[in-house]
Structure formats: structure tokens, C-alpha cells
Antibody
């Protein structure tokens, strides 16, 4: 059974870089044609898509965060990671990783719906 | 694409029908395959969202058949035909037609 688990610091100082890792078990990140994504949810608020990465490494980012976000895959560890730089209090949120079902959009295969989710990890930005 | 759900909150009696609406600011119907790029999720307190419906009306495996999705283009509905106590949650719609992928603001469903 596929499981995803987020890990990383729960507290990050303003202006620093938030770094999270999602460890996938019950399936291989590189042997299946899925996207892998990050979504966040500020306390008491709604969901915001951060970005997605294909198992081959191609990435899709939310333009509102694109200048600060890097998502990468480490197939050898069956993990993918999120880095968000120059954080502020507005980046305080529960961060979820998810497996994303691919969909066909014209000639392209693009990220679709979020099929499996991790439990999420709360990251607080505070000095 | 802006996703707008209505109502923001809803109270329904046990066994009654609950209907949640979702409107997109532009069509999420892809003409070449006639599919609506729209999903619905359920989020219970302290839990991650759970996929209920994709392609606007395809129920995810294991989701009870009292949940159904409908609509096309820009207007969609999630219907729970007979509300059960375990359905208390916040429900979100999401479009995956184009980036940035966006969610509705959520609809909180409670028991009357």
C-alpha cells in the first residue's frame, strides 16, 4: 500500500529556507509514470498547490511561488523534496506531499488530481 | 482559474441530501477528449484531504456510492444522497485543467 511521509524542521526563521522531504513507501518513485507534488494549507485556511515534479524530473510550479521554490527527486532514496527560500510568516502552513495522477492535455502529460496524500507536517515561520 | 464554492457552510439532517456547488472562472472541459478536469476532496479535522471524485463524476475506488459528482464546463456539484455522521468534513473542488492548479475555498458540512 502506497504511503507518503513528510519530514523536516517544524520551525524555520524568517528569511531562511524551508526544506522538506517526502519519503515514499509501497511503490517506486521512478518506476511508475506519476507526478509527485506539494500542497500547503495555512492554519484554518484552504489548500494551495505549490508544485509538482514528474518522475523524470520535469517540474511545474505555482507562479506565485516559482521564484522561491525548488522541487527535486532522489530516486535512489525513493524521496522527493521541497525547498522554499526567503520564508515569511505567510509561509506558515501544514505542508502535504502527494502522488499526482497524470492526465493528458493535448500532446502533453501533465499533473492531474492528487491521488494519495501524506499526513502533512506543520511548518511555522517565526524568529 | 478561480474556483468558487457555495455555500461556505451547510447544515443538513442525517439521511437528507447535501449538495455543494463549485464554479470555475473559465471552462475546465477539454474539448479534445470531452473530459472535465475537476476533482473533489473531503477533509476531516486533523487529516489530509481524501480524493472522492475525479473527471467531475468518476468516483474514486472505495468511496461510498452516496457520493456523486456532476456538471460540466464551469458549473459542478458534489451530492451526498443520504448524509451520514461520518460525512462531516470540509469539501474542496480542484481544477487540473491548467496551471496553477487551484482549489475552491472549501465548504464546511455539518449535521443539523
Amino acid at each position: 500500500q502506497l504511503q507518503l511521509q513528510e519530514s523536516g524542521p517544524g520551525l524555520v526563521k524568517p528569511s531562511e529556507t524551508l526544506s522538506l522531504t517526502c519519503t515514499v513507501s509501497g511503490g517506486s518513485i521512478s518506476s511508475s509514470s506519476y507526478f509527485w507534488g506539494w500542497i500547503r494549507q495555512p492554519p484554518g485556511k484552504g489548500l494551495e498547490w505549490i508544485g509538482s515534479i514528474y518522475y523524470s524530473g520535469s517540474t511545474y510550479y505555482n507562479p506565485s511561488l516559482k521564484s522561491r521554490v525548488t522541487i527535486s527527486v532522489d530516486a535512489s532514496k525513493n524521496q522527493f523534496s521541497l525547498k522554499l527560500s526567503s520564508v515569511t510568516a505567510a509561509d506558515t502552513a501544514v505542508y502535504y506531499c502527494a502522488r499526482v495522477h497524470p492526465v493528458d492535455t493535448g500532446m502533453l502529460r501533465t499533473p492531474g488530481y492528487f491521488h494519495h496524500w501524506g499526513q502533512g507536517t506543520l511548518v511555522t515561520v517565526s524568529s | 482559474i478561480v474556483m468558487t464554492q457555495s455555500p461556505d457552510s451547510l447544515a443538513v439532517s442525517l439521511g437528507e441530501r447535501a449538495t455543494i456547488n463549485c464554479r470555475s472562472s473559465q471552462s475546465v472541459l477539454y474539448s479534445s477528449n470531452n473530459k472535465n478536469y475537476l476533482a473533489w476532496y473531503q477533509q476531516k479535522p486533523g487529516q489530509p484531504p481524501k480524493l472522492l471524485i475525479y473527471w467531475a463524476s468518476t468516483r474514486e475506488s472505495g468511496v461510498p456510492d452516496r457520493f456523486s459528482g456532476g456538471g460540466s464546463g464551469t458549473d459542478f456539484t458534489l451530492t451526498i444522497s443520504s448524509l451520514q455522521a461520518e460525512d462531516v468534513a470540509v469539501y474542496y473542488c480542484q481544477q487540473y485543467y491548467s496551471t496553477p492548479f487551484t482549489f475552491g475555498q472549501g465548504t464546511r458540512l455539518e449535521i443539523k
